[in-house]
């Protein structure tokens, strides 16, 4: 119970909205409208934690549905951790707003999309 009321980043809880609060603070430095990503080129994107992002993403509906299936919410819990967690670690190692145009849009469209499943799950 201790561990359900601390706010701290040991409370996955907190671990996965700070992940969604890290992207937020990213868009509102960015100062663009997110419609502006809907074609962004995505072929930018081309580094390993980049890639393990959007694996990450596209195993998204295959673990809602497991964790429906299985009445197991937690599938969904633990994969939403994940997904933070490797957030967490892009984020300290990446810059998202770079001079170039065509990567900063991808690796926007990127966290944007991580943060859309993170509010969603």
Not at 57 to 78: G, M, S, V, W
Not at 92 to 116: C, D, G, W, Y
Request: glycine share 2%; proline share 4%.
């Amino acid at each position: 119970m201790d561990l359900a009321k601390s706010q701290s980043n040991d409370n996955p809880v907190c671990y996965v909205q700070y992940a969604h609060a890290r992207i937020n603070s990213v868009i509102t430095q960015w100062g663009e409208e997110i419609s502006t990503l809907s074609n962004a080129p995505t072929n930018w994107l081309s580094n390993e934690e980049e890639f393990a992002l959007i694996q990450k993403l596209i195993d998204y509906p295959d673990t809602l549905e497991a964790a429906a299936k299985e009445r197991a919410p937690h599938f969904l819990a633990f994969y939403l951790k994940d997904l933070a967690g490797a957030f967490h670690s892009y984020y300290n190692s990446t810059r998202f707003l770079v001079p170039e145009q065509e990567l900063k849009l991808a690796r926007m469209a990127l966290i944007v999309a991580i943060q859309q499943v993170i509010a969603n799950g």
